[in-house]
């Protein structure tokens, strides 16, 4: 889910943005240390959108760079458990597919692809037995978050199934709802 949140944080503008105007360097600094930004609490940054206010600036001894308190907005985006969510197939592996689903890849094990059994093929895409569906590169799906992991907060893993009603490859979704 995207949200878009407040933060106050004191933010380092250094002496060579001192010549432009204090909004422009604050926004400047904020973007720099707050862009691509990973925590278990607020999500993944996305963008930071604009500054609300700017406090006075102070300088610290021994730094020489301004330190400005300051209230900002973010775009952040947080998966949350059991959220539908829209995405890309990326990549296949004999053990899943790798679903784009915007700032991060989710994967989806290849038991959770289909209620059917499912193989890989040399082609990477993976084959269900019985139904004869395929799931292949740049196919557009429709998964349900299974789980969250910031284990590793550096690469976040995003669990994924397609084996509920309504989720699946787009057109199996067409397909299920005309009967």
Known sequence: MFYRTQIKDHIRVPPNLFGD????????????????HISKQIGIVIDASKVIDIGQGTIVPGDGASYYE?????????????EVVHGKVKDIADFGAFLNIGPIEGMIHISQTMDDFVSFSKEKSLQGKESKKSLKIGDKCVARVIAVSYKDISNPKIGLTMRQ???????????EEEK
């Open 21 to 36: 105007k204090v909004e422009d360097a604050v926004l400047e600094m904020v973007k720099k240390e707050y862009e691509g």
């Open 70 to 82: 300051t209230t900002f907005e973010i775009i952040t985006f947080k998966p949350e458990l059991q």
């Open 165 to 175: 009603p309504g989720l699946g490859r787009q057109d199996w979704i067409y397909e």
